[in-house]
């Protein structure tokens, strides 16, 4: 399997963890998403890591569907669990964090892909207050420090590097739950610390 991912971007990280967890080895390869001639638009319209090249040269995307394949081609129950109760409080958790990480995104981008002076404030402070409701949440339930490492808690531990790596590290101070919960996860995952973004 081939992962088109970034060394920065934590949907990529998601999906290297989540390998790592299931054991499923994982070749990869850097993607240029802003790069017309990159391979990548040809193996997701959307021009997004990560992107999965499976075995069978599927390509597969994205790091929701990544992770869900790699937990089936491993038996299943590892990153998702079977239990229906179980698998939604996986998935909502993983909603929470996903969408931490793309309201991040979209306040990275609006720097990147505009001029400062057509930087549009409402806009930014509605993506920064998604963002500060849903670590609040978080801190308020943070999901068990010794629990199963699922597609949620992966997806949590990639949200707190993002926001360690681009805005950072300022919920640190207010969230002392999170920051036990996130060191205890890289205790038990040392793929964490090796993929941190630099
Ligand atoms: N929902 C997607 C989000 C992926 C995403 O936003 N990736 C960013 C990098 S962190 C990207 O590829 N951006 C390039 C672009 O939007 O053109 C996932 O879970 O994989």
Not at 25 to 45: G, I
Not at 109 to 129: G, I, N, T, V
Not at 137 to 148: F, H, V
Request: hydrophobic share 45%; glycine share 8%; aromatic share 8%.
């Amino acid at each position: 399997m081939l992962l088109r991912y970034s060394a920065t971007s934590p949907f990529a990280r998601k999906a290297r963890l989540g390998a790592a967890v299931v054991g499923a080895p994982l070749d990869l390869q850097l993607a240029d998403t802003v790069d017309p001639n990159d391979t990548l638009r040809q193996q997701n319209p959307l021009g997004k890591v990560p992107t999965l090249v499976t075995d069978d040269g599927e390509c597969l995307y994205d790091s929701r569907v990544i992770l869900t394949y790699l937990d089936q081609v491993s038996g299943g129950g590892r990153l998702l669990p079977k239990d229906p109760k179980a698998m939604i409080a996986t998935l909502k958790l993983q909603a929470l964090a996903d969408g931490l990480m793309d309201a991040g995104v979209l306040v990275l981008y609006e720097s990147r892909f505009r001029a400062p002076e057509k930087h549009e404030d409402k806009w930014l402070d509605h993506q920064r207050q998604k963002m500060a409701r849903a670590i609040e949440a978080l801190e308020a339930n943070p999901p068990a420090i010794d629990g199963n490492i699922g597609m949620g808690e992966i997806s949590l531990a990639c949200a707190l590097g993002f926001l360690d790596f681009r805005f950072g590290g300022e919920w640190r101070a207010n969230h002392p739950r999170l920051v036990a919960w996130q060191e205890a996860f890289a205790a038990r995952c040392p793929l964490f610390a090796e993929t941190a973004p630099r």
